[in-house]
């Protein structure tokens, strides 16, 4: 039986994931390709770090040595950063290599530049692991919703940040501990800058922009914010209200164009995206002839992302070489009014009158208004921190918050030994 000759770059958390899926799986990728799966390569930064079960696997850090094994089909890169594995996998296309990529920051960036190289040579790119782990997210996308035009995405595609929010307000643990917890486990990056900033949910939203509306927005457009400002105490006031504290991407057409934000916001027992919890991420698509579509699963570590490498290693022979890009979209809808909360830290705040206050409970005031008001009043007021709110400001919602704080005793998490 044929062999198909795969060279891993990278040998981390995702690269050793999808070695030994391979190895685990082999009858099984055998009955569905017809080929044994046999890694030939593995390129890492320092060789004395590592040792291979096989002998027959050549392990190098000279991606020369790579290029030059006499067969190679399909290189899978998993290293960091946008370089070196823009250039190494351009010179595996032109090779004539399949590709398949984990690294999002790398794709945001060269994505298109890669797709359209490896369109010319004819060979496939996947990419389905740089959003969302091991949610299908991508091939659901690029190939199942070809005549519905996509209208609006949101999700939580940082497992590194969910995971952390979950731990704060669950087990009241301090941000460095969960941080820390979250590194063990494989989720976060070595430098985990990216994730806690909101870089990495950056760097996902634009690979999700680019095939679902055929283009990115100008990336200096885009309000992105991170998780690291979020405070214990916040995560429990908002716990006693019944809220969570989410990281979100929403990208959307508008009177504005395309609109992407990056950010935590409080969500509602009513959404969708309350119950996703922990490493668990969530991608949920609004197309105009199917609706909603929420995808959820595990969004990051070893398996997880190895299961979605591993799936594209299928789609290119199945699929070979099929990009399916988005028409630009030209749908326009108003710009809509959201609902925010506004933490004044007992700032006197003046509002001008496009924010209509629906509410207010001690320091929080609850409040209606277009993004780009709130944008104006972070301007004036750049200390106050405000949270979008995801469900219902309705009157139950105002009840249960004076309930909670009617109750004789306030508890409010706090990090451990605090
Ligand atoms: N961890 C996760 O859950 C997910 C990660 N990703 C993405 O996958 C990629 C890999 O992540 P992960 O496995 O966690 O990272 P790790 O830090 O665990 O592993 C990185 C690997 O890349 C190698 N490497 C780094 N720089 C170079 C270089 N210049 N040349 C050759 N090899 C290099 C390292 O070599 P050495 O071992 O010698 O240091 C290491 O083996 C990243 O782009 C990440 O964003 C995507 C989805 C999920
Ligand atoms: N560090 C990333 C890994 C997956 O992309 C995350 O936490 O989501």
Not at 14 to 19: E, H, R, S
Not at 31 to 43: D, E, F, S, T, Y
Not at 315 to 321: I, P, R, S, T, Y
Not at 329 to 344: A, E, G, I, Q
Request: net charge negative; with cysteine.
């Amino acid at each position: 039986m044929a062999d198909i000759h795969v060279a891993l770059l990278g040998f981390g958390t995702v690269g050793k994931g999808v070695y030994e899926t391979i190895k685990a799986h082999q009858s099984r990728l055998r009955a569905i390709l017809g080929k044994n799966v046999k890694v030939a390569g593995i390129l890492v930064r320092n060789i004395e770090k590592h040792t291979l079960p096989e002998d027959d696997i050549l392990l190098t850090s000279n991606f020369e040595d790579i290029l030059n094994l006499p067969k190679l089909d399909v290189v899978i890169e998993a290293i960091v950063g946008r370089e070196p594995g823009f250039s190494y996998l351009k010179k595996s296309i032109e090779r004539g290599c399949h590709i398949i990529t984990a690294n999002k920051e790398m794709f945001a960036y060269h994505g298109n530049e890669l797709l359209e190289l490896a369109s010319q040579k004819n060979v496939a790119c996947g990419f389905e692991a740089t959003v969302a782990g091991g949610i299908p997210a991508i091939q659901t996308l690029r190939t199942l919703l070809n005549v519905n035009k996509i209208e609006r995405i949101e999700g939580i595609v940082n497992g590194t940040s969910n995971y952390i929010l979950t731990k704060m307000r669950e087990d009241g643990v301090a941000f460095q501990e969960a941080l820390q917890a979250a590194q063990e486990k494989g989720y976060a990056e070595e430098d985990p800058t990216n994730d806690i900033e909101g870089y990495d949910a950056f760097y996902k939203a634009m690979v999700l922009s680019q095939i679902a509306f055929g283009e990115q927005p100008e990336w200096q457009t885009v309000r992105r914010k991170g998780i690291s400002s979020v405070s214990n105490s916040e995560i429990g006031l908002f716990s006693e209200w019944g809220l969570r504290v989410k990281h979100v991407i929403s990208l959307e057409k508008g009177v504005r164009g395309l609109s992407c934000s990056v950010k935590p916001v409080l969500v509602g027992p009513s959404h969708p995206l309350y119950s996703v919890e922990g490493v668990q991420n969530a991608v949920s698509i609004d197309a105009d002839i199917v609706g909603n579509i929420t995808l959820q699963g595990p969004g990051a570590g070893k398996f997880p992302t190895a299961s979605a490498i591993v799936e594209d290693l299928i789609q290119l022979n199945v699929n070979h070489g099929c990009y399916y890009e988005q028409e630009k979209n030209v749908r326009f809808k108003k710009d809509l009014h959201h609902d925010w909360v506004v933490l004044t830290n007992q700032t006197h705040v003046f509002l001008p009158d496009s924010i209509e206050v629906a509410g207010r409970v001690k320091e929080a005031l609850f409040v209606n208004a277009k993004e780009k008001d709130i944008e104006r009043l972070l301007e004036v007021y750049p200390g106050l921190n405000i949270y979008q709110l995801y469900g219902q400001m309705n009157k139950e919602f105002f009840k249960n918050i004076l309930l909670s704080e009617t109750r004789p005793e306030r508890k409010v998490a706090s990090p451990k030994g605090i």
